[in-house]
Protein backbone atom coordinates (compact mmCIF):
# COMPACT_ATOMS: atom_id res chain seq x y z
CA UNK A 1 0.00 0.00 0.00
CA UNK A 2 0.94 4.01 -0.57
CA UNK A 3 2.48 4.75 3.02
CA UNK A 4 0.85 8.27 2.43
CA UNK A 5 -2.35 7.07 1.67
CA UNK A 6 -2.31 4.59 3.86
CA UNK A 7 -1.40 6.64 6.96
CA UNK A 8 -3.92 9.40 5.53
CA UNK A 9 -6.79 6.52 5.68
CA UNK A 10 -5.34 5.40 9.17
CA UNK A 11 -6.01 8.51 10.98
CA UNK A 12 -9.26 9.51 9.29
CA UNK A 13 -10.27 6.09 11.06
CA UNK A 14 -8.33 6.65 13.75
CA UNK A 15 -10.00 10.02 14.54
CA UNK A 16 -13.90 8.57 13.81
CA UNK A 17 -13.26 5.48 16.09
CA UNK A 18 -10.50 6.75 18.85
CA UNK A 19 -8.80 2.96 18.14
CA UNK A 20 -4.75 3.45 17.28
CA UNK A 21 -2.25 1.56 15.41
CA UNK A 22 -5.27 -0.18 12.77
CA UNK A 23 -3.94 -3.28 10.90
CA UNK A 24 -4.13 -3.22 7.39
CA UNK A 25 -5.80 -6.57 7.33
CA UNK A 26 -7.87 -6.73 10.57
CA UNK A 27 -11.65 -6.60 10.04
CA UNK A 28 -13.19 -3.52 11.10
CA UNK A 29 -15.57 -5.44 13.54
CA UNK A 30 -13.29 -7.01 15.16
CA UNK A 31 -11.73 -3.40 16.09
CA UNK A 32 -15.49 -2.30 17.87
CA UNK A 33 -15.94 -0.17 14.69
CA UNK A 34 -20.17 -0.50 14.42
CA UNK A 35 -22.03 0.52 11.18
CA UNK A 36 -22.53 3.91 12.62
CA UNK A 37 -18.90 4.81 12.90
CA UNK A 38 -18.41 3.16 8.97
CA UNK A 39 -21.00 5.39 7.67
CA UNK A 40 -18.71 8.78 9.32
CA UNK A 41 -15.58 7.50 8.03
CA UNK A 42 -16.65 7.00 4.92
CA UNK A 43 -18.30 10.62 4.65
CA UNK A 44 -14.80 12.16 5.83
CA UNK A 45 -13.49 9.83 3.15
CA UNK A 46 -15.58 11.03 0.31
CA UNK A 47 -15.19 14.66 1.72
CA UNK A 48 -11.38 14.86 1.76
CA UNK A 49 -10.71 12.90 -1.26
CA UNK A 50 -13.61 14.41 -3.07
CA UNK A 51 -15.45 11.20 -4.51
CA UNK A 52 -18.38 9.17 -4.21
CA UNK A 53 -18.94 6.01 -2.49
CA UNK A 54 -21.99 4.03 -3.31
CA UNK A 55 -24.25 1.99 -0.91
CA UNK A 56 -24.25 -0.77 -2.59
CA UNK A 57 -20.01 -0.48 -1.86
CA UNK A 58 -20.14 -0.27 1.85
CA UNK A 59 -19.92 -3.66 2.18
CA UNK A 60 -16.98 -3.91 0.46
CA UNK A 61 -15.26 -1.31 3.28
CA UNK A 62 -14.15 -4.28 5.77
CA UNK A 63 -10.53 -3.10 6.76
CA UNK A 64 -7.97 -1.12 5.93
CA UNK A 65 -6.97 -2.11 3.31
CA UNK A 66 -10.10 -2.53 1.50
CA UNK A 67 -10.89 1.53 2.13
CA UNK A 68 -7.41 1.67 0.34
CA UNK A 69 -8.36 -0.11 -2.55
CA UNK A 70 -11.99 1.49 -2.99
CA UNK A 71 -10.27 4.89 -2.56
CA UNK A 72 -7.66 3.98 -5.21
CA UNK A 73 -10.30 2.95 -7.64
CA UNK A 74 -11.83 5.88 -7.22
CA UNK A 75 -9.29 8.24 -7.12
CA UNK A 76 -8.16 6.49 -10.12
CA UNK A 77 -11.78 6.65 -12.24
CA UNK A 78 -11.58 10.52 -10.85
CA UNK A 79 -8.01 11.05 -12.74
Given amino acids: MSDKLKDELRQIITEVTEVEDIPEDTPFADLGIDSMMAI ?3 A ?3 K ?3 ITIGED ?3 ELTNL ?3 YDKVK ?3 G ?3
Avoid: F, R, T
Fill in 40 to 42: EIV
Fill in 44 to 46: DVE
Fill in 48 to 50: DYE
Fill in 57 to 59: ELS
Fill in 65 to 67: KAV
Fill in 73 to 75: EKL
Fill in 77 to 79: EAG
